[in-house]
T-cell receptor, first 114, second 115 residues
Framework: DTAVSQTPKYLVTQMGNDKSIKCEQNLGHDTMYWYKQDSKKFLKIMFS???????INETVPNRFSPKSPDKAHLNLHINSLELGDSAVYFC?????????????FGPGTRLTVT | KNQVEQSPQSLIILEGKNCTLQCNYTVSPFSNLRWYKQDTGRGPVSLTI?????NTKSNGRYTATLDADTKQSSLHITASQLSDSASYICVVSAEGTSGTYKYIFGTGTRLKVLA
């Protein structure tokens, strides 16, 4: 049973393209997140959604647009991809909104922009 | 400025040995501190979560300590196993406005356990 799943696992694309990464959780959680991990393995939160509503947006460029069709899904759409967008993107979920809740991470999507 | 610093950056130990990883933070207002384990090519997995009032918390062979006065935390691994080879990430959360939180991540300690 996969708790938090992401597709695709690898994504190679050219600058200027638009791409999406999908995330699904089957844990019945209310809150979902997107994180970016750069080449130095530094993790940074991008977005947090609670019950399909945006809670956290950490000054991410508006080329990045999260979409939550329902509580179990939080997809990440990226427009006009740039070289600096190359990173591993992790989706996560937690039972509730608030830092006392444990977060469960997906396996990551490695995005390479050429 | 909210910061989380971890040391050492990397560590190599022999199987069966103990080790301690350090996390120093300057985050305010402090809400809680987490330790994650991240295997290569995988997402982070939570080991412990500690609030201001907790000094120590264990999860199997992992024991985390927190000194809120000195703003330091440590993760002690007992009787290391090959499967402990991973990156260990310290994350401190700060309470913001309207029930929001800021999550400040350390850059991690990369641990390698040798047979």
């Amino acid at each position: 049973d996969t708790a938090v799943s992401q597709t695709p696992k690898y994504l190679v694309t050219q600058m200027g393209n638009d791409k999406s990464i999908k995330c699904e959780q089957n844990l019945g959680h209310d809150t979902m997140y997107w994180y970016k991990q750069d080449s130095k393995k530094f993790l940074k939160i991008m977005f947090s959604y609670n019950n399909k509503e945006l809670i956290i947006n950490e000054t991410v460029p508006n080329r990045f647009s999260p979409k939550s069709p329902d509580k179990a899904h939080l997809n990440l759409h990226i427009n006009s991809l740039e070289l600096g967008d190359s990173a591993v993107y992790f989706c996560a979920s937690s039972q509730g909104h608030g830092d006392a809740y444990e977060q469960y991470f997906g396996p990551g999507t490695r995005l390479t922009v050429t | 400025k909210n910061q989380v610093e971890q040391s050492p950056q990397s560590l190599i130990i022999l199987e069966g040995k103990n080790c301690t990883l350090q996390c120093n933070y300057t985050v305010s207002p402090f809400s809680n501190l987490r330790w994650y384990k991240q295997d290569t090519g995988r997402g982070p997995v939570s080991l412990t979560i500690m609030t201001f009032s907790e000094n120590t918390k264990s999860n199997g062979r992992y024991t985390a300590t927190l000194d809120a006065d000195t703003k330091q935390s440590s993760l002690h691994i007992t009787a290391s196993q090959l499967s402990d080879s991973a990156s260990y990430i310290c994350v401190v959360s700060a309470e913001g406005t309207s029930g929001t939180y800021k999550y400040i991540f350390g850059t991690g300690t990369r641990l390698k356990v040798l047979a």
